[in-house]
């Protein structure tokens, strides 16, 4: 996940859809941890209000602790501040209404004051990819530079703590920047640690506050113990690894899932060709405990700010070192072929090629529970199609507009030609000749019968196993789908 997207925001599948529901805990209770904490205990800093800022900031206050924020952008600091979630994911709201009324969640009005303040401050910023997919990480180190001079004023000893997914060694880079702009000692002084998040869209709020493990890479026992302090409440074992292993664990944790759902689409693959329905296989396939049961869903492949971008970064950052990731590199090579892969499939059902045809792709959304389309699937499908010479209507009962704002103008430029927007399923479906379905929406299993029988070739194509096939089947609407073999 890229930490903070200002001004828009960040993360179901798989993991979270096996994740309980966020109960909002109360927080004035007598027994709240923060009635009894003492002045000068540590305040903990969060600079960078996205995605994962935000759902940091929420989660530390849960746990009793004192917090204080800051983001360059100031509606993002004067959102947080009122408590109005500046995005939406389940439960977000009611646990940011929560942390500010009781207090602990504050918005520091410059970065003056959240340095003054803090004396564990977690960057949450963006490290966007360059051109050849690598990663950037100049905002992490600009920000390092201007620390760096308050650093050079300030009383006491800081922990600056690397939360972003940023390649191994960064942290050791922060510190450089901030010894060369403060002229001060680290180890010291100051100290740099890192600590990877591993929250998912859908589910940001509850993956914050139960983490699977903390993963802190440290290199002196004063950050070690610093940090277990502000993660003080929080479920979850603690692993302590030195900087740079802490910063790889994020890379191979999301290499690894993307590795998993790619097997899953090769497998998909040769499911289709022999007659065999893939789901019921790899759900097999993960009821063994060495394999697990989580990212085995073969669908459009997989999107997002985070998997496409940090598979690609790790690959650069091997390769540079000279280092071949062909497993890796594999995991991305399947995933970039699976959207073509579905529109043949697409045509195959159909006995006939696209052209000409109206087709209604429906959901737009990297994954269901969010309107984020950064990197979704939906992008190379509509290309597919488009280039095929598909008329195209989209619909997503979330992300419509940000896909809409989102293609690039060549394709935006079909728009009078060759797409339609629609804000309604019945919209879409009504006087089209198929629908495709690329994102797993509740709504799309409600569409009545009576509608996806009005499709002028009575076909359903689903990427993500959305809809009741054999219900569709009995009412004489072909379905077709990633993985299910056609006998
Ligand atoms: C992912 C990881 O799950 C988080 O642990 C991590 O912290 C985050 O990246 C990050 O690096 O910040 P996210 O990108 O929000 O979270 O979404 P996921 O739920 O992991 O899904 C990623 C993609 O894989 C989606 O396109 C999803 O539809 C696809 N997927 C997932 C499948 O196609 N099949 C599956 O079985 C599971």
């Given at each position: 996940m890229s930490p903070s997207r200002a001004p828009a925001p960040k993360k179901s599948e798989g993991r979270s859809s096996s994740r309980r529901s966020v109960t909002p805990r109360s927080h004035a209770s007598a027994e709240d941890p923060a009635s009894t904490r003492e002045e000068g205990e540590q305040v903990l800093g969060v600079s960078g209000l996205g995605f994962v800022g935000v759902a940091m900031a929420i989660a530390f206050a849960h746990y009793g602790h004192r917090v204080v924020t800051y983001d360059v952008v100031d509606a993002r600091r004067a959102a947080i501040a009122e408590g109005r979630a500046p995005f939406f994911d389940p439960g977000l709201q009611e646990e940011l209404t929560a942390a500010v009324e009781s207090g602990r969640l504050k918005v520091a009005k410059d970065r003056e004051e959240l340095f003054r303040k803090a004396s564990v401050l977690f960057l949450c910023l963006p490290t966007p990819p360059r051109p050849d997919g690598s990663v950037d990480t100049s905002f992490l180190e600009e920000e390092a530079a201007r620390l760096g001079k308050l650093l050079a004023r300030a009383e006491g000893w800081r922990l600056v703590v690397v939360?972003?997914?940023?390649?191994?060694g960064t942290s050791q880079k922060i510190e450089k920047i901030l010894a060369r702009e403060s002229g001060k000692k680290p180890g010291r002084d100051f100290s740099v640690a890192c600590n990877p998040e591993f929250l998912a869209e859908g589910s940001l709020v509850a993956d914050a506050l139960e983490p699977s493990r903390i993963v802190i890479g440290v290199g002196d026992a004063k950050s070690e113990r610093a940090l277990r302090e502000s993660y003080r409440g929080f479920p979850g074992a603690v692993v302590v690894l030195p900087p740079a292993a802490g910063e790889l664990v994020k890379y191979a944790s999301n290499a690894l899932l993307a590795v998993k759902v790619s097997f899953a689409n090769e497998m998909a693959r040769l499911a289709e060709r022999i007659g065999v329905d893939v789901y019921p296989v790899m759900e097999a396939v993960g009821m063994d405990p060495r394999l697990g049961a989580h990212f085995l869903r073969a669908g459009p492949g997989f999107g997002g700010s985070c998997f496409p971008k940090d598979l690609r970064g790790l690959v650069a950052f091997a390769h540079h070192r000279g280092v071949a990731m062909p497993v890796t590199d594999g995991a991305l090579g399947v995933n970039e072929t699976q959207a073509r892969h579905v529109v043949d499939l697409t045509e195959s059902a159909l006995g006939s090629?696209?052209?000409g045809r109206e087709v209604a792709l429906l959901g737009l959304a990297f994954k269901s529970g969010t309107d984020d389309v950064r990197e979704s699937r939906a992008f190379p499908i509509l290309g597919e199609l488009l280039k095929r010479g598909a008329l195209v209507r989209l619909h997503d009962p979330k992300a419509l507009e940000v896909f809409r704002r989102s293609l690039p103008p060549a394709v935006a430029a079909?728009?009078?030609r060759q797409l339609r927007f629609c804000t309604s399923v019945e919209d879409a479906l009504r006087g089209a000749s198929l629908a495709l379905v690329q994102c797993d929406w509740p709504e799309y299993r409600e569409v009545p019968l009576t509608l996806w029988k009005q499709l002028k070739d009575r076909l359903v194509v689903d990427a993500r196993r959305s809809v009741n096939g054999p219900a569709l089947e009995r009412a004489g609407v072909h379905y077709a789908a990633v993985g299910l073999g056609q006998e």
């Open positions: 939360k972003s997914t940023s390649p191994p090629l696209v052209a079909a728009e009078d």
